[in-house]
């Protein structure tokens, strides 16, 4: 394509995060040897790719390759220790900032988080060393409402600092993170002038019309008096050799769509991307699902549809004395829509050999939530004892409503190698499965499952809300408490009942330790239990 200037995400070369990988000394060899092998690619393009540097420390860094030689090495100043980041475990900040010359176009690099802070390593780049582009590797895992902020933050940065500003992210799914790509550049006045495909991998290829950012910088005196007010700091510069230039005529530019997606194809599509790479990464072929007549199977398995195709999942009805014969049909007839193959292994003679196994321990007892966890666990067991035999992953269906309260059965419904809607409010389940009948133009979900009430169907007549307030109020008090640490007093000021909100935190408080036993599953919002959401097991401490 005749590309100046190829720019790879943040450790491109490991992968991101790569985590205690980063201690291991072979790992970090084997990605210096692979920086080398890079290099030599580099005879017709100058490429920045992210890598793990190393010198009496190591470093998040980025190479900058040209001619087939490393001409310089940018490290991160600025290592993320909150949320899912927790760079200052392994690297060293890095303290040498540099610009480098292409086409003698003066170019700044930086790393990721050092974008998200005003003023150094991108103000001196600028304003000391002339930088009018600037180039940011990213590895900026997804969550609700990301691109928004993004889009602000670079194309302030864009502004403030009369430069272009090219953001290069990272696609695709590892472990509970994704990365949605979604790469932009934004010219110096802080419009956006490209924007990379979201949760596919893409090659964003643009002309930078860098005479215009020096005509800008003309016309603007603010450069001129910040440098007379600031002293000059010490900015390292890399002239690189100008190639012989290339008789070959470039290529027109591909049209683009600058269009970003709404909120609910976002959320859709990180669910797909992050549960297909964590199953073909991890060497799975197939998926298996329960699917119950409910929602949240339903939901789970429509993703996974998506995400692996049809013919890589199978679906298991597994009824009980308390299931419903509506839900026996409406499972039948997701999977026919789906068109996977579908499994139905009754449990009832399972669960009465139970329950006569241990009638001598319990007599006396009357039946409880102990019996419906049995059939839970029941079913985990068949689920677990297929994915033996045939090496199919198990998804479980739980969603986050269900995993912040406990409301789940450890080593039943929970049983399992990957957790799709572990990130997803019951509400949101409800949204996106109407979201993924409105985009298929058909109803893949029956109707009868949006309608029906949710329930465990583990008991006569039994229903969510007999155990549960109503999803409408408990997810707006789980947002309050998990993802935004607000006590009882301040949700009770949002208008909830007080008692409604201590039993909540309750719940939450003392099913941790379920949550810790949990599979992985994607993250979609801003705080997600799991990595996100480090709390103690052994805990008596109520925010009341």
């Given at each position: 394509?005749?590309?100046?200037?190829l720019?790879?995400?943040?450790?491109a070369?490991?992968?991101?995060?790569?985590e205690?990988?980063l201690?291991?000394?072979?790992f970090?060899e084997?990605?210096?040897k692979?920086i080398?092998e890079?290099?030599?690619?580099t005879?017709?393009v100058?490429?920045?790719?992210?890598f793990?540097?190393?010198?009496?420390?190591?470093f998040?860094?980025?190479?900058?390759?040209?001619?087939?030689?490393l001409m310089?090495?940018y490290s991160?100043m600025?290592?993320?220790?909150?949320?899912?980041?927790?760079?200052?475990?392994y690297?060293?900040?890095g303290k040498e900032?540099?610009?480098f010359?292409l086409?003698?176009?003066p170019?700044?690099?930086?790393?990721?988080?050092?974008?998200?802070?005003?003023?150094?390593?991108?103000?001196?780049?600028?304003?000391?060393?002339?930088?009018?582009?600037?180039?940011?590797?990213?590895?900026s895992?997804y969550?609700?409402?990301k691109?928004?902020?993004?889009?602000?933050l670079?194309?302030?940065?864009?502004?403030?600092?009369?430069?272009?500003?090219?953001f290069?992210?990272?696609?695709?799914g590892?472990?509970e993170l994704?990365f949605?790509?979604?790469s932009?550049?934004?010219d110096q006045?802080?419009?956006?002038?490209?924007?990379g495909k979201q949760?596919e991998?893409?090659?964003v290829?643009?002309d930078?019309?860098?005479?215009?950012?020096?005509?800008l910088r003309?016309?603007?005196?603010?450069?001129?008096r910040?440098k007379?007010?600031?002293?000059?700091?010490?900015?390292?510069?890399?002239?690189?050799?100008?190639?012989?230039?290339?008789?070959?005529?470039?290529?027109p530019l591909?049209?683009?769509d600058?269009?970003?997606?709404?909120p609910?194809?976002?959320?859709y599509?990180?669910?797909?991307?992050g549960?297909?790479?964590?199953?073909?990464?991890n060497?799975?072929?197939?998926?298996l699902?329960?699917?119950?007549?409910?929602?949240?199977?339903?939901?789970?398995a429509?993703?996974?549809?998506?995400?692996?195709?049809?013919?890589?999942?199978?679906?298991?009805?597994?009824?009980?004395?308390?299931?419903?014969r509506?839900?026996?049909?409406d499972?039948?007839?997701?999977?026919k829509?789906?068109?996977?193959d579908?499994?139905?292994?009754?449990?009832?003679?399972?669960?009465?050999?139970?329950l006569?196994t241990l009638?001598?321990?319990?007599?006396g007892?009357?039946?409880?939530?102990?019996?419906?966890?049995?059939?839970?666990?029941?079913?985990?067991?068949?689920?677990?004892?297929?994915?033996?035999?045939?090496?199919?992953?198990?998804?479980?269906?739980?969603?986050?409503?269900e995993?912040?309260v406990?409301?789940?059965t450890l080593?039943?419904?929970?049983?399992?190698?990957?957790?799709?809607?572990?990130?997803?409010?019951?509400?949101?389940?409800?949204?996106?499965?109407?979201?993924?009948?409105?985009?298929?133009?058909?109803?893949?979900?029956?109707?009868?499952?949006?309608?029906?009430a949710?329930?465990?169907?583990?008991?006569?007549?039994?229903k969510?809300?007999?155990?549960l307030?109503?999803?409408?109020?408990?997810d707006p008090?789980?947002?309050a408490?998990?993802?935004?640490?607000?006590?009882l007093?301040?949700?009770?000021?949002m208008?909830?009942k007080e008692?409604?909100?201590?039993?909540v935190?309750?719940m939450?408080?003392?099913n941790?330790?379920?949550?810790r036993?949990?599979?992985?599953?994607?993250k979609?919002t801003?705080?997600?239990l799991g990595?996100?959401?480090?709390?103690?097991?052994?805990?008596?401490?109520r925010?009341f």
């Amino acid at each position: 394509m005749g590309a100046d200037l190829l720019v790879f995400p943040e450790m491109a070369v490991t992968g991101y995060p790569p985590e205690d990988l980063l201690l291991m000394p072979k790992f970090i060899e084997d990605n210096l040897k692979a920086i080398q092998e890079i290099t030599k690619a580099t005879s017709s393009v100058t490429a920045i790719v992210g890598f793990v540097h190393k010198e009496e420390d190591i470093f998040n860094s980025a190479a900058l390759l040209h001619h087939g030689k490393l001409m310089g090495v940018y490290s991160k100043m600025y290592l993320p220790n909150y949320g899912v980041f927790d760079e200052f475990r392994y690297f060293h900040p890095g303290k040498e900032n540099f610009i480098f010359t292409l086409h003698s176009i003066p170019i700044g690099v930086s790393i990721c988080e050092d974008l998200w802070y005003p003023g150094d390593p991108i103000r001196t780049q600028t304003l000391h060393g002339g930088a009018e582009l600037i180039v940011n590797l990213s590895s900026s895992p997804y969550h609700v409402g990301k691109t928004a902020i993004r889009e602000k933050l670079i194309s302030t940065r864009a502004s403030d600092n009369l430069a272009i500003v090219a953001f290069c992210n990272l696609v695709g799914g590892q472990d509970e993170l994704v990365f949605d790509g979604g790469s932009m550049i934004f010219d110096q006045k802080g419009d956006l002038i490209a924007r990379g495909k979201q949760f596919e991998e893409d090659l964003v290829l643009s002309d930078l019309d860098l005479e215009a950012v020096f005509r800008l910088r003309l016309h603007d005196p603010r450069i001129r008096r910040e440098k007379m007010i600031e002293d000059g700091k010490g900015i390292k510069k890399i002239d690189l050799p100008e190639r012989a230039p290339s008789s070959r005529k470039k290529p027109p530019l591909p049209e683009r769509d600058q269009k970003p997606l709404d909120p609910l194809s976002e959320v859709y599509s990180a669910l797909v991307l992050g549960t297909g790479d964590y199953i073909r990464k991890n060497g799975f072929k197939r998926v298996l699902v329960g699917l119950s007549g409910g929602i949240d199977s339903a939901l789970t398995a429509a993703i996974a549809v998506d995400a692996l195709g049809k013919k890589a999942v199978v679906g298991v009805a597994m009824p009980s004395p308390y299931s419903s014969r509506e839900s026996l049909e409406d499972a039948k007839l997701l999977a026919k829509n789906l068109g996977i193959d579908f499994l139905t292994i009754p449990i009832t003679e399972i669960f009465n050999s139970y329950l006569n196994t241990l009638a001598p321990a319990f007599k006396g007892f009357k039946s409880d939530v102990t019996e419906e966890n049995i059939q839970a666990r029941i079913r985990g067991n068949i689920l677990m004892a297929l994915s033996n035999k045939f090496g199919w992953l198990v998804l479980t269906t739980g969603n986050k409503s269900e995993m912040s309260v406990g409301y789940c059965t450890l080593y039943g419904d929970m049983a399992g190698g990957f957790a799709v809607l572990k990130d997803v409010p019951k509400t949101l389940v409800y949204q996106l499965a109407e979201y993924k009948n409105q985009k298929e133009g058909k109803e893949v979900i029956p109707k009868r499952v949006f309608t029906k009430a949710p329930s465990a169907e583990l008991r006569p007549h039994q229903k969510d809300e007999d155990s549960l307030p109503p999803y409408s109020i408990l997810d707006p008090i789980l947002k309050a408490y998990v993802e935004e640490d607000k006590g009882l007093r301040e949700i009770v000021r949002m208008g909830f009942k007080e008692e409604m909100v201590k039993e909540v935190i309750n719940m939450v408080d003392r099913n941790e330790y379920k949550r810790r036993q949990a599979p992985p599953g994607v993250k979609i919002t801003h705080r997600a239990l799991g990595k996100d959401r480090r709390l103690p097991v052994t805990n008596k401490y109520r925010n009341f």
